[in-house]
């Protein structure tokens, strides 16, 4: 089978992914731990794209401070559609992350790197790449832990109804304020 083939059967991983990350996100403890005792916080900020099964002519656009929240995401979630890309905040220790990720592909773009603005650049370059090293490594054992669910039927099966009733709950709560 050629590698293509193989990335395109394992496509929808990255939208679950995503999708996980904006449940775990709205929950009473938002909170991530990772290996070793580390914690993450994620937060959907700016930019949110959700796509229906047949591409862009069902695509949902949000933007704004919070656009996981909007009614509009709630409404695209029930009806099926499933993240494209996100604008994502990262917390871990005492780091923060900006990076719009592409769901489908799994590529980033835009990744802003909390380091400190006046270092010299003999310092700076150091420090950035030291960021970069850090944000790969917090993003790989955030990907790890969804994988290490997902690929426990049980546990995942348990997950996705959490994320269901998630999205049913959304939706409600929509329904209810209008």
């Not at 990350?21 to 916080?41: F, K, M, Q, V």
């Amino acid at each position: 089978m050629a590698l293509i083939d193989m990335i395109q059967q394992k496509g929808f991983l990255g939208p679950e992914f995503v999708t996980y990350l904006w449940y775990r996100s709205e929950l009473d403890d938002p909170t991530l731990e990772l290996e070793g005792a580390e914690t993450c916080e994620v937060v959907f900020e700016k930019d949110l794209v959700l796509t229906g099964e047949a591409g862009q002519a069902t695509a949902s656009t949000l933007k704004g401070e919070s656009p996981s929240l909007a009614p509009e995401a709630a409404a695209a979630l029930l009806a099926g559609k499933k993240v494209k890309r996100a604008r994502l905040s990262l917390m871990a220790g005492h780091s923060t992350w900006e990076v719009t990720l592409n769901a489908q592909t799994f590529d980033w773009s835009g990744l802003k790197i909390d380091t400190p603005p006046s270092l010299p650049f003999t310092e700076a370059t150091p420090a950035r790449l030291n960021a970069l090293e850090e944000f790969h490594r917090v993003f790989s054992l955030l990907y790890s832990r969804f994988l290490d669910l997902r690929l426990d039927a049980k546990r995942w099966r348990e997950e996705i109804e959490a994320i269901r009733g998630w999205i049913s709950s959304r939706s409600r709560e929509e329904t209810e304020t209008q």
